[in-house]
Nanobody, 118 residues
Framework: QVQPVESGGGLVQAGESLRLSCAASGIIFSINAMAWYRQAPGKQRGLVAQITRGGSTNYADSVKGRFTISIDNAKNTVYLQMNSLKPEDTAVYYC????????????WGQGTQVTVSS
């Protein structure tokens, strides 16, 4: 199975920033559209941001202008830069295939917890 490892989460105050990282030895990010998702307590996992193989990005309305998704092909790592964090951004963040992308034997990782205090 292919399972990503997310890191970079933590406890921050509103207005601060975090950068999340995602690495997976069995996924070549440069040829797969990838995304970040998040799941808050009591809610379903939802799309936060995604990036295509060509580098095009799109974002959930709630994070536009604050979050940036990127890929470092040399490090085979996907990042999510999160600025101006809000308490409503509190969730477990996961990286995975973009919507409509299938990665054989993919399995969700454990995610990384982001907690934003007011």
């Amino acid at each position: 199975q292919v399972q990503p490892v997310e890191s970079g989460g933590g406890l921050v105050q509103a207005g601060e920033s975090l950068r999340l990282s995602c690495a997976a030895s069995g996924i070549i990010f440069s040829i797969n559209a990838m995304a970040w998702y998040r799941q808050a307590p009591g809610k379903q996992r939802g799309l936060v941001a995604q990036i295509t193989r060509g580098g095009s990005t799109n974002y959930a309305d709630s994070v536009k202008g604050r979050f940036t998704i990127s890929i470092d092909n040399a490090k085979n790592t996907v990042y999510l830069q999160m600025n101006s964090l809000k308490p409503e951004d509190t969730a477990v963040y996961y990286c995975g295939p973009a919507v409509g992308t299938v990665i054989p034997r993919f399995r969700w990782g454990q995610g990384t917890q982001v907690t934003v205090s007011s």
